[in-house]
């Protein structure tokens, strides 16, 4: 683990090597609210699915979860704070370019730091996140008190042990006081979004895809909470980004799934 300052916040990541280091640009996972990026990504099997793979994989608990710090105000956990996070630690590793990988909240920030600083980011791919509001609804004052898909979420993850259910609630206002918006779309960036089939919160994932000229995935009978241990997700991601590696664009991914 290591401590990268940004701001006031200090973030902590991983940076896993691969046995024989090749020429392919490193994997960025980016994990979901209220997750860690063990939880995420380690204990799904994403880091060995991309260590076989041959790929150097960077992954830091986001503000707010893990082992990072958590700050108690919303403003901490606006979109732009987290990008740059993320600038400063590909600074501080001296990585011009990575190949983003996000899971939910982690996927909406996938998407803006491809779009603040598109030539980091090589390609992209969102999962587990369609263009919806994942807070519609939701009495952003109490999450977790109500009964719409992410209370539910909230009230899952407040429960773990080691979170902190204030600084969860202070990112869930930050995060909805930034919308998502799909326009302006990344430039120059392919892009592939995966979910699963019962995941009620990526709603509108495909045609998302379809805006971006990008590739679509649906993972059957997954919803948003196991979509991302499947193994045709990690398949599917693993080809996509060994595509970009051998430099085929988006228009040449063949559909799958």
Request: hydrophobic share 40%; charged share 20%; net charge negative.
């Amino acid at each position: 683990m290591t401590a990268n300052l940004a701001g006031d916040v200090t973030m902590r990541y991983v940076d896993l090597r691969p046995e024989e280091p090749g020429e392919a640009v490193p994997v960025l996972l980016l994990h979901g609210f209220g997750t860690t990026f063990d939880m995420n990504w380690r204990a799904t099997g994403w880091t060995q699915a991309l260590a076989d793979a041959g790929r150097r994989v960077l992954g830091p608990d986001l503000r707010g979860h893990g082992a990072s710090d958590k700050p108690a105000d919303s403003g901490s956990y606006l979109p732009e704070h987290y990008v740059a996070d993320l600038v400063a630690m590909l600074d501080e590793l001296d990585v011009a370019r990575v190949d983003a990988v996000g899971y939910s909240m982690g996927a909406r920030l996938a998407w803006e730091l491809a779009l603040r600083h598109p030539g980091r980011v090589r390609s992209l791919v969102l999962g587990g996140f369609g263009p919806g509001d994942a807070f519609a609804g939701t009495d952003l004052s109490d999450p977790g008190s109500g009964d719409t898909p992410f209370d539910h979420v909230f009230r899952t993850v407040a429960a773990l042990p080691g979170n902190d259910p204030a600084a969860l609630a202070a990112c869930a206002r930050g995060q909805a006081s930034r919308p998502f918006g799909a326009d302006p779309l990344p430039v120059g960036v392919p892009v592939l979004l995966v979910s699963g089939a019962r995941d009620t919160l990526a709603a509108g994932a495909e045609g998302l895809a379809s805006r971006c000229g990008g590739t679509y995935v649906e993972v059957p009978r997954r919803d948003h909470a196991n979509a991302v241990s499947s193994r045709a997700f990690k398949e599917a991601v693993v080809e996509f980004l060994g595509e970009r590696a051998h430099g085929r664009g988006a228009g040449d991914a063949p559909p799958v799934g």
